[in-house]
């Protein structure tokens, strides 16, 4: 079975919707596009795909267009989508699902920085158990290139003590350590279920 | 009264002045705050947008630890009380989360302890009657909004302690220390502080809804729980627009007549020292 889309007729991926469901353990077969998500999403203004959209492409298993959507990474998790939805269906969760699926893909990230953050973010607990934010900022700027922007507010923030220049760490290092090197190991689903799968940390 | 204190990575940088005005407060009010020991930081967005098991993992082992010392950890970040809640909840609802988690962990759980957002807290355990009674200097004429955010009510199901759509605890904290609290729509609002470093275009937008609501409705100004939402808006924000962003902890303190208010609001990127000079004025 084929659908148009703007690129032209696609097949009609159902094994798409069966991976969604399993992974992020939510009925998004249910929905009926009532829209309250879409009427509720506080980014839906800024995003190329509205929640129930992202509902509605899953449906027709459209993979590809989803995991390199500006939507699965400019959705803020605020979760009001899954507050209000009448079948209890969280498109928050299910951004988290295909954020996951994109980076084990290695599908380009829709909007760029957003992944590098977290990627300096998750590398900077990883190494002391605790965020520092100079050195994180530091960090992401390299990779982002966006060397300057913020610059007055960084300043600003510094002048009142709020970067401190000495990381607070845990002493429970080794433990943060074992914890990202088993997340490694096979996946499960948010509601336990085992499948296999790779994390961000492994393709550094 | 006795929690385990997570501060949390914000709290030791932007949000300072959250943690000076909440070990204060709780100091006035006869609760010990003992700081978990050797907590780790919960991951917040970055884990949970790119791996639900560390985003599990993570905050998880800071109840390993909490139930160690067998205290209710107070977690005042609304971005750590959601992940530390929703973990929690995930260990308590579900065998099969709880077996993996443990798995991740080498740890058992015991399910003992119970996670709270520093709001709940004060104004459930601690309670408004034990507040009133320690006001001092009330803040008469203030008028606030109060602002939630999103991560203390949703997902409700794990994380709200109050109606989710309109909570009402902070309001009622307002009222108890004298001031008055104005309604609006915007409580629950998104402030886009998971953007704010990455996709500031989009941060100014989100945060001039909620600051433009807040003066509309006629506030002095914003009282929050949470330090990225208090830092976003305070930071985020176009020209013209001076209303300061409170933590409800320092309008606590104030109201109690602390003395260490003014270091408190010297962190503060707007501010809000011309409007606590008019309330002494005044009051």
Redesign the interface.
């Known amino acids: 079975m084929n659908i148009i889309t703007n690129h032209g007729p696609e097949q009609l991926d159902f094994n798409f919707i069966k991976e969604v469901k399993e992974r992020s353990c939510q009925p998004v077969d249910l929905c009926y596009h009532c829209q309250k998500c879409s009427v509720g999403c506080q980014v839906a203004s800024y995003t190329d795909f509205r929640p129930n959209q992202i509902i509605r492409m899953i449906q027709f298993g459209l993979k590809d267009e989803l995991l390199k959507s500006t939507a699965i990474w400019l959705c803020v998790n605020c979760e009001t989508c899954g507050a209000r939805c009448p079948n209890g269906i969280s498109v928050s969760a299910v951004t988290d699902t295909l954020r996951e699926m994109a980076l084990e893909e290695g599908v380009p990230a829709g909007v760029k920085n957003v992944p590098l953050f977290h990627q300096a973010f998750l590398n900077s607990v990883k190494s002391g158990g605790r965020v520092h934010e100079p050195t994180m900022l530091v960090r992401y700027k390299l990779k982002s290139g966006n060397l300057f922007e913020d610059m007055k507010m960084g300043i600003d923030l510094f002048k009142k003590g709020k970067l401190p220049l000495f990381p607070s760490r845990t002493k429970n290092k080794d433990q943060v350590k074992k914890i990202f090197d088993r997340v490694k190991g096979t996946g499960f689903s948010r509601c336990g279920q085992n499948f296999n799968s790779a994390s961000i940390e492994e393709r550094g | 009264m006795k929690f385990a204190y997570y501060p949390g990575?914000s709290l030791?940088?932007?949000g300072?002045e959250f943690d000076y005005s909440i070990r204060a407060v709780s100091k006035a009010l006869d609760v010990e705050l003992v700081e978990l020991p050797?907590?780790?930081?919960c991951?917040?967005?970055?884990?949970?947008?790119?791996?639900?098991?560390?985003?599990l993992?993570?905050p998880a082992?800071n109840l390993v630890i909490a139930e160690e010392q067998r205290l209710d950890p107070v977690v005042p970040c609304s971005a750590c009380y959601n992940r530390l809640k929703t973990a929690e909840h995930a260990i308590k609802t579900?065998?099969?989360?709880?077996?993996?988690v443990e798995?991740?962990?080498?740890c058992r759980f015991t399910g003992e302890v119970q996670t709270k957002s520093a709001l709940e807290a004060f104004t459930k355990d601690v309670g408004l009657t034990a507040i009133t009674k320690r006001v001092e200097r009330k803040l008469t004429g203030l008028k606030v909004v109060c602002y939630y955010g999103?991560?203390t009510?949703?997902?409700?199901e794990a994380v709200a302690f109050e109606d989710?759509?309109n909570p009402q605890s902070m309001d009622k904290l307002m009222k108890a220390l004298g001031a008055e609290p104005l309604t609006w729509s915007y409580k629950t609002?998104?402030c886009?502080a998971?953007?704010s470093?990455?996709?500031?275009d989009?941060v100014y937008?989100?945060t001039g809804r909620i600051l433009d609501a807040a003066v509309e409705a006629g506030a002095q100004a914003i009282v929050t729980t949470c330090p990225l939402c208090q830092t976003n808006l305070e930071?985020r924000r176009r020209g013209g627009i001076d209303i300061p962003v409170f933590y409800f902890t320092e309008l606590m303190g104030l109201a109690f007549g602390l003395p260490d208010t003014n270091r408190w609001f010297?962190?503060h990127?707007v501010d809000p020292m011309p409007l606590v000079r008019s309330l002494t004025e005044t009051g």
């Open positions: 990575c030791e940088s932007t300072q050797d907590w780790v930081c991951g917040s967005t970055s884990a949970h947008a790119t791996s639900h098991k560390l985003a993992a993570l082992q579900n065998d099969e989360l709880r077996k993996q798995s991740l962990l080498g999103c991560l009510s949703r997902p409700p989710p759509e609002d998104c886009g998971s953007l470093i990455t996709k500031a989009i937008s989100m930071t010297k962190k990127m």
